[in-house]
Every structure is written in C-alpha cells, then in structure tokens.
C-alpha cells in the first residue's frame, strides 16, 4: 500500500514530515493541518532535548565552580605562605598590575608599594592564621572574605589581633587569577559604646 506525502516548508522544519496513508484517519487532514502537526512534534522534541541537556549543563558548570573554588583556595593559600616567607616573587605573581590595597589606617598600597614593603622588611609577619574564609563568584570575579589572627611588625611598631579582610580576584584574558584589591579591618571586641560614639 503505498504512502502520499503532503508537501511542507523542510526550511522550517526539516527532516519532519507528515505522511498519510488511504483510507486511514490521517488520509483525510488537510495540507494546513498537517503543518501544525508538524510545528508541534518540532516544539515536542525541542523540549525533549532541552530536558536531556539541562542536567548535563547543570553538572557542567558545578564542575567548573569547584575547580574555581579550589584554585582561589590555592591561591589563599600561596599568598598566605608569601606574606609569611616575604617571598616577593611569589606575590608578584598574584598581584595584578593595577592591584589596590586599603589597610586598617586607611592608607592605599599600590602594587609596587606592598612588593617593597615585603622585600625591605618594613613589614614582617610572624603569625598569619586564616579561618572563616568564604568565595563568592561573580562570573569572572571572585570575592574572598576571611578572618585573620596575627601577629607582625610594622613601621609603627608591632600588630597583633584579629582582622576581616575581603581580597576580590578577577581572571585575566590568559584565564588567570589574580588579586585586583584589598581590604581590612581590625575586629574589635564588643564593649559598652561611649556617649559621643557613633554606631
């Protein structure tokens, strides 16, 4: 028994067709019915395959958050060891060139200033412990926050206590992370307010 096609736009839908055979139910749909049989088995399957992929995009990018995740921890950790070492070499390769930092005083610190504080000692640490540290993502940027206890030396003499610090990290066109700013800011202990205090 042979079979009659219904000629259709293969443009829109290609490789869909709609088919009838005589004598049967689908022998008596008519040319514009069968166009919309067609767009609705199009919409059916494009549903179908966004189904199927949207696990598999989902699983995709969960991958690329924990490796995101693990190279910032990395990187927490490599300049935590530099600021230690004073290992200038390795805190110019995390730095980038327009890097920005704020200090508890609220001063700035360039680049070249934070690299010349390191290797001249003006700035010596001798306790840095990390805790508390949380990475938020923002597409290409990363914002780290973190508790710090230390203990250092400083042109204004020695420094010790608690600080939070945010680091914000942005990947360069190499794919690259690197530090673009910083900032901290001492923890101080709970205690009455006084009067003129403003909080």
Same mark, same amino acid.
């Given at each position: 028994?042979?079979?009659?096609?219904?000629?259709?736009?293969?443009?829109?839908?290609?490789?869909?067709?709609?088919?009838?055979?005589?004598?049967?139910?689908?022998? +008596?749909?008519?040319?514009? $019915?069968?166009? +919309?049989?067609?767009?609705? &088995?199009?919409?059916?399957?494009?549903?179908?395959?966004?189904? &199927?992929?949207?696990?598999?995009?989902?699983?995709? %990018?969960?991958? %690329?958050?924990?490796?995101?995740?693990?190279?910032?921890?990395?990187?927490?950790? =490599?300049?935590? !060891?530099?600021?230690?070492?004073?290992?200038?070499?390795?805190?110019?390769? /995390?730095?980038?060139?327009? $890097?920005?930092?704020?200090?508890?005083?609220?001063?700035?610190?360039?680049?070249?200033?934070?690299?010349? !504080?390191?290797? !001249?000692?003006?700035?010596?640490?001798?306790? /840095?412990?990390? !805790?508390?540290?949380?990475?938020?993502?923002?597409?290409?940027?990363?914002?780290?926050?973190?508790?710090?206890?230390?203990?250092?030396?400083?042109?204004?003499?020695?420094?010790?206590?608690? $600080?939070? $610090?945010?680091?914000?990290?942005?990947?360069?066109?190499?794919?690259? &992370?690197?530090?673009?700013?910083? =900032?901290?800011?001492?923890?101080? *202990?709970?205690?009455?307010?006084?009067?003129? *205090?403003?909080?």
């Amino acid at each position: 028994m042979g079979l009659t096609r219904f000629p259709i736009d293969q443009s829109t839908f290609p490789g869909l067709t709609c088919t009838r055979m005589p004598g049967s139910a689908l022998d +008596r749909l008519s040319p514009v $019915y069968c166009r +919309r049989l067609n767009a609705a &088995w199009a919409i059916a399957l494009a549903f179908a395959l966004g189904m &199927w992929a949207s696990p598999l995009c989902a699983g995709k %990018q969960l991958a %690329q958050k924990h490796e995101n995740r693990h190279d910032i921890d990395q990187l927490e950790d =490599e300049w935590r !060891s530099a600021m230690l070492a004073a290992n200038t070499k390795v805190m110019d390769s /995390l730095l980038a060139p327009d $890097y920005m930092a704020i200090t508890p005083s609220g001063t700035l610190q360039s680049r070249d200033d934070t690299l010349q !504080s390191l290797s !001249s000692g003006r700035i010596h640490f001798t306790l /840095l412990d990390v !805790s508390d540290r949380k990475v938020r993502f923002y597409g290409t940027t990363a914002v780290v926050t973190s508790l710090a206890n230390i203990q250092a030396t400083t042109p204004d003499g020695k420094v010790s206590g608690s $600080y939070r $610090y945010t680091r914000v990290y942005v990947r360069d066109a190499q794919g690259d &992370w690197k530090i673009v700013s910083f =900032e901290a800011s001492r923890v101080r *202990e709970p205690g009455p307010h006084k009067r003129n *205090e403003l909080h």
